[in-house]
């Protein structure tokens, strides 16, 4: 079962996410609220997965939302009405584990809360798309090559298999690695271990 919370002040949205999840065999929602403040003052649990709006009326920081519920120890779905790229790799780089438009059905949104939950990410396609396409600084342009190994490594791969996988030597792969490393290094985002590398691949949306 999977424990959910909501925070949102539109109420007609709270209700209708009520009612919905009630018919969902394994989400059970323990709460709703209008703000993060107000959830976190509840005095429960934390929730497996916060699905939060990203624009509030009480106007809180969206990335010190995310953050703070993260610390908490809940995973998060970020949903709004703006589809923004910009601000949708922002709140992956503070903890959210997906961003997804409101423009999408309840079942979209089930299924992005059961993704979420397994500690998966998951975004809105036009979302990814631009990210797929963003050249920003921090974000270091990859060859195909490089991103092959990391994409099998970050995975969970050991080095030989992650070689295998993108049809190279072992210590090919090993010097793609070095390579991507240095490259998130000089973008002021050093990634030193695999579990660093599986990070900045959830960030930059590099998942296939």
Same mark, same amino acid.
């Given at each position: 079962?999977?424990?959910?919370?909501?925070?949102?002040?539109?109420?007609?949205?709270?209700?209708?996410?009520?009612?919905?999840?009630?018919?969902?065999?394994?989400?059970?929602?323990?709460?709703?609220?209008?703000?993060?403040?107000?959830?976190?003052?509840?005095?429960?649990?934390?929730?497996?997965?916060?699905?939060?709006?990203?624009?509030?009326?009480?106007?809180?920081?969206?990335?010190?939302?995310?953050?703070?519920?993260?610390?908490?120890?809940?995973?998060?779905?970020?949903?709004?009405?703006?589809?923004?790229?910009?601000?949708?790799?922002?709140?992956?780089?503070?903890?959210?584990?997906?961003?997804?438009?409101?423009?999408?059905?309840?079942?979209?949104?089930?299924?992005?809360?059961?993704?979420?939950?397994?500690?998966?990410?998951?975004?809105?396609?036009?979302?990814?798309?631009?990210?797929?396409?963003?050249?920003?600084?921090?974000?270091?342009?990859?060859?195909?090559?490089?991103?092959?190994?990391?994409? #099998?490594?970050?995975?969970?791969?050991?080095?030989?298999? #992650?070689?295998?996988?993108?049809?190279?030597?072992?210590?090919?792969?090993?010097?793609?690695?070095?390579?991507?490393?240095?490259?998130?290094?000089?973008?002021?985002?050093?990634?030193?271990?695999?579990?660093?590398?599986?990070?900045?691949?959830?960030?930059?949306?590099?998942?296939?």
């Amino acid at each position: 079962m999977i424990a959910v919370s909501v925070v949102d002040d539109d109420r007609m949205l709270l209700d209708g996410l009520t009612a919905w999840f009630s018919g969902v065999t394994d989400i059970h929602l323990t709460g709703t609220a209008r703000t993060v403040t107000e959830l976190l003052a509840g005095g429960h649990a934390p929730a497996d997965v916060v699905i939060l709006d990203l624009l509030l009326a009480d106007r809180s920081d969206p990335i010190g939302n995310v953050r703070r519920l993260v610390t908490a120890g809940s995973r998060v779905l970020v949903v709004s009405v703006v589809p923004s790229p910009t601000m949708g790799s922002q709140v992956v780089r503070a903890g959210a584990g997906g961003y997804l438009t409101k423009d999408h059905d309840l079942g979209v949104l089930t299924s992005a809360v059961r993704e979420v939950a397994t500690r998966g990410s998951t975004h809105s396609p036009e979302l990814a798309l631009s990210w797929l396409s963003d050249r920003a600084a921090d974000r270091p342009v990859l060859s195909p090559q490089e991103r092959a190994v990391l994409l #099998a490594y970050a995975s969970g791969m050991t080095l030989s298999a #992650a070689a295998r996988s993108a049809g190279v030597q072992p210590g090919t792969a090993k010097n793609y690695l070095d390579r991507v490393k240095e490259k998130y290094r000089r973008a002021g985002r050093p990634a030193y271990t695999k579990l660093d590398l599986a990070t900045r691949v959830r960030e930059d949306g590099w998942q296939r």
